[in-house]
């Protein structure tokens, strides 16, 4: 620089101040375009080729070197005013803080980024105390930067903090909230990456695709996103399907209502016939025996048949699902409730209610199962005597009236 300005020694004064910014910025720009185009590219190939946080960190701290050389050689720029050094220097050591600032954010991005890779972290993620720790980082970096324009002490700025205190809760309410929720989620195995979960007062149904520190992000299953704020899954409930897709099977629970005015007795031949189906053998031979025995014991010669105990067709049918469901080969078996049970009858019929679990927890394959069993019931239950209840359409109107003629 000093043998510049010798060689334009005569030249105007404001001249020589321009030739020597020129240079400066040209050695400047010269230096970060060797960092950012030549160096960066030969380190490349001993890089994380997978993720692209690696390469802006690194841009962000090679930025500290050209800003350096402009706060360094400011000064030797000839016949500029002080006052313009001074801002000069201000400035581009600001702007070093930034990017030493923005570099170190960068890292921890990189670090979660490693750690999500890991089994462990769909279950236990970072990614709420990696972004607190950006927000101190930031945080300080912000207070260094005004220190540095003001050309004052930063502890001089953090002794003023405390009768801002106030404000300060005020404007990071939401982030304290967010981290106190965060690490109630965490530490509680909660909610992980990848869980299904129903929030119905957000309107969120579906799959959770990221945990952040401020907000959970949830695609639903009609492929839309919802946003929830991460203090509100502690605030208020919400469910998790995980236990559900871990145990491998999932819930039907759904119920055939049966018209009550089909529900009557079977006589001998109704129950003979009905030995046609093989899932009824063992049903039909032990309650059939289990009555005759009872009768025996507590009727005499005498006493009047509709005192005997017989055999229902509601009943039947409740056995002969019941051993359905026992032979299906999708329906779950050891460790899985597996029941078929009567609700209260109401004026819509008698509610038959199927509990049960698929050995599948994917929702195509579970639909398919559940619509396949429900065919097979209603379609078997005139079998049986029994009708299924509904209410009464135009067309059942007119073929009364067709009978009234």
Request: charged share 20%.
């Amino acid at each position: 620089m000093q043998r510049l300005l010798d060689d334009y020694s005569g030249l105007p004064l404001w001249l020589q101040s321009l030739i020597a910014l020129c240079a400066l910025a040209v050695a400047a720009l010269t230096v970060n375009w060797l960092l950012k185009k030549v160096l960066l590219r030969i380190a490349a190939p001993y890089l994380d080729a997978r993720s692209d946080t690696v390469d802006r960190s690194a841009a962000w701290l090679t930025t500290v070197i050209p800003l350096l050389l402009v706060s360094r050689g400011i000064g030797l720029v000839p016949h500029l005013p002080e006052e313009v050094v001074n801002v000069t220097v201000n400035i581009a050591r600001t702007m070093i803080v930034l990017s030493i600032a923005m570099a170190i954010g960068g890292a921890l991005d990189y670090a979660n980024e490693l750690y999500s890779r890991r089994p462990e972290s769909r279950s236990r993620p970072i990614k709420g105390y990696v972004q607190v720790v950006k927000i101190a980082i930031y945080f300080g970096a912000a207070i260094l930067m005004i220190a540095v324009l003001i050309e004052q002490s930063p502890l001089l700025l953090l002794s003023g903090l405390g009768a801002m205190a106030a404000v300060l809760m005020l404007v990071f309410k939401d982030t304290i909230l967010s981290l106190v929720a965060s690490v109630q989620l965490s530490s509680n195995d909660m909610l992980r990456v990848g869980d299904w979960i129903e929030m119905p007062g957000m309107n969120a149904d579906g799959d959770v695709v990221d945990i952040a520190l401020h907000t959970v992000k949830i695609r639903n299953f009609d492929k839309t996103i919802t946003t929830i704020p991460t203090h509100r899954l502690i605030a208020d409930s919400f469910r998790n399907w995980r236990g559900m897709n871990e145990s491998g099977g999932r819930r039907i629970k759904r119920a055939l209502v049966v018209d009550q005015n089909s529900i009557r007795f079977l006589d001998d031949k109704e129950t003979d016939d009905l030995k046609r189906f093989r899932l009824l053998d063992d049903y039909l031979a032990r309650k059939q025996e289990e009555i005759a025995e009872w009768n025996r014991h507590e009727l005499s010669s005498d006493c009047d048949t509709i005192n005997a105990r017989r055999i229902t067709n509601i009943g039947t049918l409740r056995a002969y699902v019941i051993a359905y469901l026992k032979s299906h080969p999708r329906i779950a078996g050891a460790g899985f409730t597996l029941m078929v049970r009567q609700l209260p009858p109401g004026p819509q019929g008698l509610p038959l209610e199927i509990y049960c679990f698929t050995d599948t927890v994917e929702w195509p394959q579970y639909e398919a199962i559940q619509a396949d069993i429900f065919d097979h019931m209603l379609a078997i239950l005139p079998e049986f005597g029994l009708r299924i209840f509904q209410h009464p359409s135009g067309q059942d109107f007119a073929q009364l009236a067709i009978r009234a003629k």
